[in-house]
């Protein structure tokens, strides 16, 4: 009798760097710039850039469920 499972939400937001697409995955993080795994979007520093163009936080956008791209 497990109350409340259904509700627990499975997929972590991701967010895409509207410039370059680039995608910020909370289960990787960004260990390269010092965000490490595991750290959500919002926890990351307002000074953070993207790490493929340097686009700020704010040019980042969250996906919506399913809109994560296939590799």
Known sequence: MSVGTAET???T???MCEACG???DP???DPDSGIEPGTPFEDIP???MCPICAATKADFRQ????EFPED
Do not use: S, V
């Not at 996906?63 to 399913?66: I, S, T």
């Open 13 to 15: 937001p991701r967010w």
């Open 46 to 48: 307002d000074d953070w």
């Open 27 to 29: 289960a990787e993080g």
């Open 63 to 66: 996906l919506e469920p399913g």
């Open 22 to 24: 680039w995608i910020y």
């Open 9 to 11: 939400e499975t997929e």
